[in-house]
């Protein structure tokens, strides 16, 4: 990875699964930015929140929701999942790699589970760079 | 409803390739209800083209604005403002919301951002299908409301042609057998009877195949 890339990343994230991001520590990555937007329910990421997110400069978008089954409101985290699907493809048509946006299912306040996402993101942004269109 | 289907985003980067500043305009009726040119549709395409002309290291200034209606005139006056900043308009709307913007604004380059496909209804959430072909000469009185010429794959008008198994057509056995599904509501409403009464053959004059047509009310015109 350049040396000069600190990965911008905005965190989409269901209030359910993860009440607040912070409560947990990402040993020994701290060259990274982090954005988090708390949403009531996953359900609630458009579309559109997730291009501007790329238009503001992330270099990757994580959206957090509640495992399947198990969402508050029923199929929230099941419409996120088809949105942030339906982003992915339009990101690859347009050249951006839809692999920089992703999501995850994880159980309530499960930081751990979180942090290694946000790892395992980092890791991929080694390979895919910054975002293009910034 | 009329329904469509947003263009390829490669094809939409093509046509507005020639334009420096493009208005994406989009319709809130039809196409906003089979989600291909609302507001969030507009939204969603103006991020995504700024994302892949910035990559592309190409300028382009994008404009969004939504219309109530874009094949009425009354609707389309709002637009106006924008359309004059702007180097062309591509528009979300049928086939002929893009043809009243570009009489409406002679002057103007009016692209389309939206294949028109069919008249529909939405069936369930997120799934459309076509239930009329616009024939200019409705007899759904006899059909129990089921319209032979657009779901039957052979348009037949008098009685099922026996190739469909299961309720299913022959032609797609995912499609239902219009005349099956016109039987089954005749009985529903005991009006069988109207399978005795002979269909001559359709005058399509009154439909798209005598050309362009026209609707006048005189009593509407001043």
New interface residues.
Partial sequence: MNDNFTPKITLFHCINTVPEIGGFSLTGQDNFELQTVKLACSSMVKDVFLLRAFEAGSDAVIVLVCPEGQCRYVEGNIRAKKRVAWVRNLLDEIGLGGRRLSLSNISAGNNVAASQIIQNVLKDLEDLGPNPAV | MIVGEQK???EI?EIIAPYKKILILGCGTCVKTCFAGGE?EV??LA??L???C???GKEIEIEEFTVERQCEDEFIQESAPAISRNDGVLSLACGAGVQAIARRFAKSPVLPGVNTMFIGVLEKQGVFTEECSGCGNCRLDIFGGICPVTRCAKKLLNGPCGGSQNGKCEVNPETDCAWQMIIERLGILGQMDNLRIYVPPKNWQTSLSGGPRKLVREDHMI
Avoid: F, H, N, T
């Fill in positions: 390829p985003i490669l980067k969030d939204a969603v991020s995504a700024r994302l892949a910035k990559k592309d």
